[in-house]
């Protein structure tokens, strides 16, 4: 067997243990056990992204002494993390004989009342520039209560403050999921369509799938794709992965008439909107592909009549206080929208706007001076969105259901978009997220997206990542974090570098999982984690410590070729049966991925090679079927005749596993064999256009969706 560790010699090489130093790995282990080590001129570009630098020698001793001296004598790290009910140590550093005094003051503004401990350390004291410094430490108590506080640190003559995120050990699961499980749909809501849809799903389908799934199906939940903020003007990004913000929501799924102001509109405004919805209601029938830019054209103007006819003193409290709540961070979308709007999409050069201009350009402020109405119209729908996305959640809860909306985190952000553009300091320069190649993407994967700078997630408390998890738990019974991994480790490209020759940088962890355990809580929610592909042991066990779900599915349950038995997989689980970036389970067993991937060019190898890899894949599924008592060996005399048996049995293997959840798929309940997205396409490919229809092609709208009778035998599966 190969060697999979680096040896004494290149261990000892400054650069490496400069990376080291910062959490960038400089070797990894495939998915097939293949062992790298990280080239020197990646690890280079990777510290520059992170802002230090090892571009020589000289610079790389200096970067390996500047940032142990800063650990060393810093009074206290900017961020700790405290677990309820449980003392903790806080590192503090100062000089030989000082004793350090600390007050906590806690989230709600009051000073906390109980007692800080000081420990003398264990580790001998420091010179650093010819001063000693000496390695302390604070004991938190265990009865320091849930929330994000500030620890106020004096050392002699020194003073710093860290913010403490004080979190549950772990989330604790539902009451239905202790001692069973709940089950739910998921689906693409843009590609289900109603009557009253405007070409595209919208937030009043939303509410209408949750309370008809609910009553007519007896389903928990329904796991969504990401609602994260798009473009304010068409071309809008297909993909619900590649956000503008992940902190504001998709405003192009508001539905005009449920809004109230709709209701009190004048007769002639009235009529108006109601003309442009006739325009793009034949968009509800087209089974080939989804419009957003012809819908979001006619919708947006409709949304203006209402907007310029104005609002109750009543309702302009409550988007009033919504601003209020926002804060600067509402702004950051607003503008951008502004921008975008006034000067178009940012082009791929220089010159540019979202590169000349920053948030306190002279040229950004005249715009907003030139447009407020246009400035408070984008800050207004942004409004109206989270309102009827919490109205859905509202609907589900009280139709009965446990958990209501999942919703979807993406794993980043577009590089031109506004989190980037207002707050370029939270994200690496000159890096984007993807992943090394394996057994699904041999060429590996860029996913163009900024990865947010650890350092700065560190110093500053890590406030961008809590305010995104907290928003989305607002209008949620749970979220499901994409490539969960992300929160241990990322793979960054650099610039102008295939997705090959990237790295792995490390995050803090213990602290995103502490601060996603915090706002579980404090929702009663659940957070599943994506944790599909090359997952370390140790990911897995801290996710399992924390109370965070995994992923399980039914297709990617094997190991050296043969299918687990559902009964045997791990009960902290999501268990599907597929994923969106697979076909359908139709579509998948008569290898339409084969078929698609050799079309757009995405094997490396033959496809007489991947076809047989398919087959003997396929094959081994139905033998575990079979074998598990799922599905009846004769089915497999005429697979094609007894395909709608053979997904039966998907779902009855789904349904024997012990995960606590357990999602059927919308595509597969209509007899959809489509793609939905394929990995390592753009626009080869109409990834998230594709609109909801049956296995013959023809529209399967809301009105009729639940009521489907294959869609009603998937559930009585899963209702046992």
Known sequence: MTEQTENATRLARPLIRLAKLVGVATSYVGMSHDYHEIEDDVLVAVLKALGIDASNDEAINQSITSIKSERETRVVAPTVLHIVGKESKVEVHGGVFDVPEATITLENGERFTGAIAHEGGEKAASSVGGDFFCTSYLVLPADLPEGYHTLTVAVGDRKATATVISAPEKIELLDDMKQGSLWGWMSQLYSIRSKGSWGVGD???????????????????????????????????????????????????????????YLTLSHEDRAEVDA????????????????????????????????????????????????????????????????????????????????????DSEEVARLREKYPDTLEFYRWLEWVATEQLHAAQQAARRAGMKIGIVADMAVGVHPAGSDVWWNPERFAKGATVGAPPDMFNQQGQDWSQPPLNPIALEQTGFQVYRDMVHGMFANAGAVRIDHILGLFRLWWIPEGKPATDGTYVHYDSDIMLGILALEASRAGGVVVGEDLGVVPAYVSKSLSEHGILGCAVEWFEQNDGVFRAPKDWRPYALASVNTHDMPPAAGYLEYGHVKLREELGLLSGPVEEFQKSATAEHNAMLRMLVEEGYLDQAALEDEAANENEI????????????????????????????????????????NWRIPLADGEGNVVPLEKLFDEPRLQEITAIMRG
Request: aromatic share 10%.
């Open 647 to 686: 997904i039966d049995a998907l779902y009855r293997g789904l349904k024997g596993s012990p995960c606590k959840l357990m999602a059927a798929s919308i595509v597969d309940a209509v007899g959809e064999k489509r793609t939905q997205n394929q990995p390592g396409t753009n626009n080869e490919y109409p």
């Open 203 to 261: 937030f009043e389908d939303l509410k209408t799938m949750l309370v008809e799934s609910k009553k007519k199906t007896g389903a928990d939940f329904m796991l969504i794709n990401p609602m994260h903020a798009a473009e304010p003007v068409p071309p809008l990004t297909p993909s619900p992965y590649l956000p503008i913000s992940r902190r504001f929501i998709n405003f192009s799924y508001i539905r005009p008439e449920s809004m109230p102001e």
């Open 276 to 359: 442009l919805h006739e325009q793009v209601e034949s968009l509800n029938d087209d089974a080939n592909l989804i419009d957003r830019d012809a819908m979001w054209r006619v919708k947006k103007h409709a949304l203006w009549i209402i907007y310029k006819a104005g609002r109750t003193k009543a309702r302009q409290a409550d988007f009033d206080r919504y601003l209020a709540d926002c804060g600067d961070e509402i702004e950051s979308y607003a503008t951008w929208c502004l921008c975008y709007d006034k000067w178009g999409a940012p082009a791929d050069d220089a010159d540019n706007w979202v590169r000349k201009y920053n948030r």
